[in-house]
C-alpha cells in the first residue's frame, strides 16, 4: 500500500489524465444514450420538447414575387438607377522615339607647315696657286763637272709614277723645292722645302717635303 501511494505521488499528472479521459468517457455515454427518435432527452423519464411552428406557406410568398419581378415586372426595391459600367482602361501608346546617333565630330587637322631649309652650297674647292709642298722620292746617282768646270751632283725627285724631274745642280743652288748642301762621290746633302737636311747615299732614296708645279 505504501509502495502504491509513492507511485501515485511521484505519478500524480498521469492519474490526473486518467481521471480525465474516464470522466469524459462517462459524459460522451450519457449523452449518446440520451439521443431518441422525438428530440433530445436527458435522463431517463425526460419529455421531448416540439415546439410549434406558426409560419406557414404564405409567409415565403415574397421569394416568389421577387422571382416574378426579376423576369420582367418592376422591382418596388429598386432605385431604377442604373449603375455604369466600369470604364475601360484606356491605354495610351508612347511613340516610340528612334535612338539619337551622335553626330560625328569634325575634328580640323591643321596643315603640316612645309619649313624651306635653305640648302647650304658646297663650298667649292679652291685650286691653290703656285707650288705645292708634297712628299717626293730624292734619288742620288753620281757626282760630275759641268761644261764650266764646276762640280755638280745628279739626282732625281719622282712625285708620282708617271712624274719624275732630274736636276743637276752644285753647292747652294736649288731646284725642286731641295737645296743642294754638299756633294761627295758617296753621298749628297740636301735641304728639303721643310728646312729639314736629308743626307743621301750614292745609289739610294729618301723620301721629304718638296715643291711641285
Known amino acids: 500500500m505504501d509502495e502504491l501511494i509513492k507511485i501515485l505521488k511521484r505519478e500524480w499528472e498521469l492519474c490526473l489524465l486518467g481521471c480525465a479521459l474516464l ?3 462517462v459524459l460522451l455515454v450519457v449523452v449518446l444514450s440520451s439521443n431518441t427518435a422525438g428530440g433530445w432527452t436527458f435522463g431517463r423519464g425526460a419529455v421531448s420538447v416540439n415546439r410549434p411552428v406558426k409560419l406557414n ?3 415565403f410568398s415574397f421569394l416568389q ?3 416574378a419581378m426579376v423576369t420582367g415586372e418592376r422591382n ?7 449603375v455604369p459600367e466600369k470604364p475601360k ?4 501608346k508612347t511613340p516610340v522615339k528612334p535612338p539619337q546617333v551622335p553626330e560625328p565630330v569634325k575634328i580640323e587637322t591643321p596643315e603640316p607647315t612645309v619649313v624651306e631649309t635653305p640648302v647650304e652650297e658646297e663650298p667649292k674647292q679652291t685650286v691653290p696657286q703656285g707650288p705645292q709642298k708634297v712628299i717626293g722620292v730624292a734619288n742620288y746617282s753620281f757626282m760630275n763637272m759641268n761644261t764650266s768646270g764646276k762640280t755638280v751632283a745628279v739626282f732625281s725627285i719622282k712625285t708620282s709614277p708617271t712624274d719624275i724631274e732630274n736636276y743637276a745642280l752644285g753647292v747652294g743652288e ?6 743642294v748642301l754638299a756633294i761627295t762621290n758617296d753621298a749628297l746633302l740636301l735641304l728639303d722645302a721643310s ?8 745609289g739610294k732614296t729618301c723620301r721629304m ?5
Not at 418596388?76 to 442604373?82: D, E, I, K, N, Q
Not at 736649288?174 to 737645296?179: A, F, H, L, P
Not at 728646312?195 to 750614292?202: E, L, Q, S
Open 23 to 25: 470522466v469524459g468517457a
Open 57 to 59: 406557406k404564405s409567409a
Open 65 to 67: 414575387e421577387s422571382n
Open 76 to 82: 418596388p426595391f429598386a432605385s431604377g438607377l442604373s
Open 89 to 92: 482602361p484606356v491605354v495610351v
Open 174 to 179: 736649288s731646284g725642286g723645292g731641295v737645296k
Open 195 to 202: 728646312g729639314r737636311r736629308w743626307k743621301i747615299p750614292k
Open 209 to 213: 717635303v718638296v715643291l711641285k708645279e
